[in-house]
């Protein structure tokens, strides 16, 4: 039987808006299973505390455990690399931060490409570095420090979280625009990196702000700076790097993401979850608390944040000669 166009038409439009509707549904209905939120760092550090905040609160939301595993080694790479080879359906989700985006440059050999591979789906928060010394260096500006550290080139030990952290390549990009020599000490994590600069073994650190600030507030540690363009709320009479150092600035961020190709409709959904979350008062404190600042963007505009920051190591990495071991 020949139909008549009108109504040919009319039934190849709806057959046509099926595949977008099928999508919609499926999105209303995610998850109906536990969600995996893979976590690159171990437990109990700064990216797992706002992985576990984020995970409970979408638990509470959408009625299914987000399981927060993690699976540390490798400066995040061991984590990236499960959530690239999971299936791409909204299961298993990646918490992402400042490390992957160095990583893409630092590391020669990657299993996956981290601008390709990953979806970025929302973000969380972004912080300071806080540029801080042991209380016997006698400086207090940010000034002061550049002409002591020129003034005792090469004597200054500068401590990390590791070679290629975050940590370390702020310390980097400073040196590289301040004009400074300073000896980069990597250690194996934050904690022992502080433990040694409280003692005085080791004279100088950028850290982020959330890892910081309780020494900080207790005068174990003097801070001189922090790396943002703007001064941070948690610490408002601690200039800027950038007023005595024009142009530097970095930003740690944290975020979640997942294997390309996960249907835009689920990546939505958890945007807009995750972004009613930020707004939530009681989440916000808890954030606050850490000393980060809640950072609610698109999965778009957070794709952009992250290949900017991605850019902008390629330059630093190559100055310092880094590579990872």
């Known amino acids: 039987m020949k139909l008549p166009r009108r109504q040919f038409l009319r039934l ?43 995970g409970q609160y979408l638990s509470e939301r959408l009625g299914q455990p987000f399981i927060i595993e993690n699976r540390p080694g490798a400066a995040s790479n ?9 299936p791409a359906d909204g299961y298993t989700l990646a918490l ?21 591979d990953i ?56 040196k590289m625009m301040a004009g400074v020599d300073m000896q ?44 943002t363009a703007a001064r941070s709320s948690a610490l408002p009479h601690i200039p800027t790097i950038g007023e005595s150092v024009p142009g530097y600035e ?15 409709e689920i990546v939505d959904r958890l945007n807009r979850e995750i972004n009613a979350g930020l707004t939530d008062a009681k989440l916000n404190a808890r954030f606050t608390d850490l000393g980060v600042t809640v950072l609610r963007l698109s999965p778009t505009d957070f794709g952009t944040l992250i290949a900017e920051d991605t850019a902008k190591w390629v330059k630093v990495i190559k100055f310092a000669g880094a590579r990872a071991e």
């Open 250 to 264: 970095v930003i740690g961020w944290s975020g979640i993401g997942a294997p390309r190709n996960t249907p835009a």
């Open 78 to 86: 061991v984590g990236t690399e499960i959530v690239v080879r999971s």
């Open 184 to 227: 980069h000490v990597p250690y194996r994590g934050v904690a022992p990196a502080l433990s040694d600069l409280i003692a005085g073994q080791v004279q100088v650190m950028f850290d982020t702000l959330n890892s910081s600030i309780e020494h900080i507030r207790a005068g174990k540690i003097r801070p001189l700076g922090v790396t």
């Open 96 to 116: 992402i931060n400042s490390s992957q985006a160095i990583n893409a440059t630092l590391y020669e050999k990657l299993n996956y490409d981290f601008l390709r």
């Open 119 to 174: 979806a970025p789906v929302a973000s969380l928060y972004h912080q300071p570095l806080i540029l801080e010394v042991n209380p016997s260096i006698s400086v207090a500006t940010v000034s002061e420090f550049i002409v002591y550290a020129k003034a005792n080139a090469g004597k200054i030990n500068m401590a990390s979280a590791g070679i290629g952290s975050p940590q370390h390549v702020a310390g980097e990009l400073f």
């Open 12 to 54: 190849a439009a709806s057959a046509a808006a099926l595949p977008a509707l099928t999508g919609s549904t499926w999105a209303q209905s995610y998850p109906v299973r536990p969600v995996r939120l893979v976590v690159g760092f171990p437990a109990g550090g700064a990216a797992d505390i706002g992985a576990r905040l984020i």
